[in-house]
């Protein structure tokens, strides 16, 4: 079944570790994107691609950073965990053309303790 | 860049009643605006989408308008079931960089049986 998916569905992580999120997609989607829900948040972009070899930031890319090798891969790192990125995180992606539906992964719960 | 209020931020309902949510938007060149219902431990998936060039757009017990004038859009749910019960978001995009969502903060929806 086509679709988005991440890993890992939840993960505890110590303050100060690194820590990967993964996010492929099998739609050849060009854009793809990272948010964070939080609590009366809503949904807040951290960072995006338009494309492969292309990444900008979004609202909240700050202790984040993100790497676009190819069109179905769009990894999240954080580099050093602080326990104010606990989150749930959602990776989505979009086709061609600008007013075009995203899709949305299951989501990644994470806590940083 | 564009700012999207969404109101309110919780609503009940009688099952059978009709449930409104309500969102504004900052940049008058907005132009593609989806509504997204998320259900528990899920992601986000559309349910339906305007474009700035239609004022009304209908999919069975779900409708969207948009007034672009007053630069605010809406949803209505009609008879409303338990299964409706979900959040809500609200979503605009800008061109040219229209590959870029801005989302409202989300409305609980909970239908009483």
């Known amino acids: 079944i086509a679709g988005i998916t991440q890993a890992p569905t939840s993960q505890i992580l110590a303050a100060g570790r690194r820590m990967t999120l993964r996010c492929t997609q099998d739609?050849?989607?060009?854009?793809m994107y990272w948010y964070r829900q939080d609590l009366g948040l809503g949904l807040r972009l951290i960072h995006y691609?338009?494309?492969?070899?292309?990444?900008g930031k979004g609202e909240v890319p700050d202790g984040y950073s993100v790497s676009r090798a190819n069109t179905d891969d769009f990894p999240l790192t954080l580099a050093s965990a602080v326990p104010s990125q606990t989150s749930v995180y959602f990776c989505?992606?979009?086709?061609?053309?600008?007013?075009?539906?995203?899709?949305f992964g299951q989501g990644t719960r994470l806590t940083v303790v | 860049g564009e700012n999207v209020e969404q109101h309110p931020s919780t609503l009940s309902v009688q099952e059978g009643d009709s449930a409104v949510i309500k969102c504004t938007y900052s940049?008058?060149?907005?132009?593609?605006f989806p509504w997204y219902k998320q259900e528990l431990g899920k992601g986000p998936q559309l349910i339906i989408d305007?474009?700035?060039?239609?004022g009304e757009k209908k999919d069975q017990r779900i409708a969207v308008t948009l007034n672009k004038t007053a630069k605010h859009f809406s949803l209505h749910i009609t008879e409303t079931q338990p299964e409706d019960s979900a959040v809500y978001f609200c979503?605009?995009?800008?061109?040219?960089?229209?590959?870029?969502?801005?989302f409202g903060t989300g409305t609980s929806l909970t239908v009483i049986p």
């Open positions: 305007i474009r700035s060039n239609v």
């Open positions: 691609s338009n494309t492969a070899g292309t990444t």
């Open positions: 989505a992606s979009r086709g061609q053309g600008r007013n075009t539906e995203a899709f």
């Open positions: 979503a605009a995009s800008i061109p040219p960089t229209g590959n870029q969502f801005y």
């Open positions: 940049d008058s060149a907005s132009n593609y």
């Open positions: 739609m050849r989607h060009n854009a």
